[in-house]
């Protein structure tokens, strides 16, 4: 999958639904939808104006979810965020794990905690700093790679020198709206890669590109977070407002949830398929929805063959996907 394609991928979902309004704020991005709320970090490049305030809410999701594209950096994440709201009512899949708060770091820090047993010893890089996190290089050989580098932080550039000879990597996603993560998950391959944070959105697809991990949130808390975030977010939505989840993407577990992402699809375009059947018995005009069947039947490709890959390489034969998607025996 080429970095594009990527691109096109998460701007093909987005515009599944149709949506609603938009907030935002300097520091947390949050736009809600009729279906949920979605996140991402804002960038931490300071500014005195942006040229949309007043003008975003009542506007399609889809529209915004454009701006993901966008080079300008406050876009782009308003585009993030909205991409993750028309994505919120694709949950993440039952073999995913809750992970809560610990005794040993900081709740914004839960994440590294859970995975502690595992980092012991070993060479762990984590792109972008979190708050606390330099009590984790007790349990493990951490470098820190980060755009404005404090202390004993690594800048950019070392990501060449320092991701290729890792164990571990954790991938912030706000690289996807920076657009700096397909060169930062190609240099991860031979390392556990997690790719994790607020503005994760949760795309089974991510491991083409070697992640192993994702951990996003889920929201505990609807009128919290929006709360918490109008009063200037940060770690503190991970208070009670928002809590982790991961879904490790193992053969098995990735191929069930390709499974069910395949078979939702189906249905979405069976509904549109009907829905421009009915409309052309009735009018002559362009079927108003006929851009959403078009992402649908692009998304229901790539499923198709991200699917048939990877069953291929599970069992050393050609899989036979028919209408229901389900593997012949």
């Not at 809410?57 to 300008?72: I, M, Q, T």
């Not at 808390?221 to 940060?234: C, F, K, M, N, S």
């Not at 499974?259 to 079927?287: D, H, P, T």
Request: hydrophobic content about 40%; aromatic content about 10%.
């Amino acid at each position: 999958m080429t970095p594009q394609a990527l691109y096109e991928l998460l701007t093909d979902y987005a515009s599944r639904r149709p949506g609603a309004g938009s907030r935002h704020r300097a520091d947390l991005d949050p736009v809600p939808h009729d279906r949920g709320i979605g996140l991402a970090m804002s960038p931490q490049i300071p500014t005195r104006t942006l040229s949309w305030p007043g003008t975003l809410y009542g506007r399609p999701v889809a529209e915004l979810a454009a701006w993901l594209a966008a080079w300008e950096p406050y876009q782009a994440t308003v585009g993030m965020a909205a991409t993750n709201a028309a994505l919120a009512d694709l949950a993440p899949p039952p073999e995913t794990v809750a992970v809560r708060p610990g005794s040993v770091l900081p709740a914004n820090l839960a994440l590294f905690e859970y995975f502690l047993p595992r980092l012991a010893g070993k060479k762990v890089v984590v792109v972008g700093r979190y708050p606390g996190l330099a009590k984790l290089g007790e349990y493990c050989r951490l470098g820190v790679l980060e755009r404005t580098p404090e202390g004993n932080d690594f800048p950019d550039p070392a990501c060449e020198f320092l991701l290729p000879e890792a164990d571990w990597v954790f991938l912030t996603g706000s690289s996807l709206t920076n657009k700096t993560f397909p060169r930062l998950a190609e240099l991860s391959r031979s390392a556990y890669t997690v790719l994790m944070g607020p503005t994760v959105p949760w795309l089974p697809e991510l491991a083409d590109w070697g992640v192993d991990a994702l951990a996003g949130i889920e929201v505990l808390d609807p009128e919290t977070l929006r709360q918490t975030v109008a009063e200037g977010g940060g770690v503190r939505i991970f208070e009670g407002a928002v809590g982790y989840r991961l879904a490790e993407l193992g053969a098995p577990h990735r191929l069930e949830w390709l499974k069910r992402r395949i078979s939702a699809v189906f249905a979405e375009k069976e509904r549109l398929n009907a829905a421009m059947e009915n409309w052309y018995g009735r009018s002559a005009g362009r079927f108003p929805e006929y851009a959403r069947l078009e992402s649908a039947n692009r998304r229901l490709s790539r499923l198709d063959t991200a699917y048939k890959t990877l069953w291929d390489a599970q069992n050393a034969k050609p899989a036979t996907i028919p209408g229901t998607f389900e593997p012949s025996p």
